[in-house]
């Protein structure tokens, strides 16, 4: 092995699980292809049983860069499918991203130069919601909000620290081995759950505001209110399973990111009428 060889940095893996994601699974894929790392990449997106275009796009993908593959996820429930992404994985970092985030520039170099720094199995940052129409744009803001969506550093950012849970994560694959992985009981909280079983076992999580990944909401009212019912649901469920692994600030459903975000969006429609 040579001198240039030993200065590369770990090869990474990125692990995607994907369901309906046709509007933003590009972007998602090709913020990740983008990033200018030094070591070996991979991005292996793991496919539930989508009803629209999803599965086209990822095919289109694959075929314009050797560093994407694909692995089906039959149930759709995204612990399966990022448990069997890891599966299909093989480098010894392994990067999380959903398929309707965007990676900010820089984010992976910074993410394993967190891990060395700082000894964490697992680092994350902020979830930056960003939307593309108006009630998009409200429930953006909404989720920005401490009101809205408590104090969690994630969603609000803060100083670089130690953490409970983060959003995505950046981990030592030893880590998720030794976990055994995701818990494909939790379909939502998985996270949560396991981060908590990674700290258990005596690992560090690693909150950091230098890490970004912009986050598309929801597109309708619907399907925020079911996001955030969903996530109230399994975070008790969470609780059951691990008893006193869960503060009370967290167990609160956020739903007043429901109500900011449908005011916001109405005000904003009755602005535009009213020019």
């Not at 694959?62 to 995204?78: I, K, L, M, S």
């Not at 398929?99 to 992976?108: C, D, F, N, Q």
Request: aromatic share 6%.
């Amino acid at each position: 092995m040579n001198a240039k060889s030993e200065a590369l940095p770990p090869a990474v893996s990125v692990i995607m699980p994907v369901l309906n994601e046709e509007r933003h699974l590009r972007e998602a894929v090709h913020a990740i292809l983008r990033q200018e790392y030094a070591g070996e990449m991979e991005v292996v997106v793991a496919l539930g049983p989508s009803t629209d275009r999803t599965d086209e796009i990822a095919a289109e993908l694959v075929r314009e860069d050797p560093r994407v593959h694909t692995v089906p996820n039959p149930t759709g429930r995204t612990p399966a499918a990022l448990n069997a992404a890891i599966k299909a994985s093989r480098h010894p970092i392994v990067v999380r991203v959903d398929g309707h985030a965007a990676l900010s520039p820089g984010y992976i170099t910074t993410a394993v130069r967190l891990l060395e720094e700082t000894g964490a199995v697992n680092v994350g940052g902020i979830m930056h919601a960003e939307g593309q129409n108006d009630w998009e744009h409200a429930v953006a803001a909404a989720m920005t909000s401490k009101i809205g969506v408590g104090n969690a550093a994630f969603h609000t950012g803060g100083a670089a620290q130690q953490a409970e849970t983060v959003y995505l994560g950046v981990f030592r694959r030893e880590a998720l081995e030794q976990q055994g992985g995701y818990n494909e009981e939790f379909i939502r909280a998985q996270d949560w759950e396991l981060n908590f079983r990674i700290r258990e076992a005596g690992g560090l999580i690693w909150f950091s505001p230098e890490l970004k990944v912009s986050y598309r909401p929801r597109p309708s009212v619907k399907a925020l209110a079911k996001q955030y019912k969903d996530y109230g649901r399994w975070r008790h469920v969470v609780a059951r399973y691990h008893e006193g692994s869960i503060n009370l600030r967290y167990l609160a459903p956020p739903t007043a990111v429901c109500a900011i975000a449908e005011a916001s969006w109405s005000a904003r429609r009755s602005r535009r009428g009213a020019s």
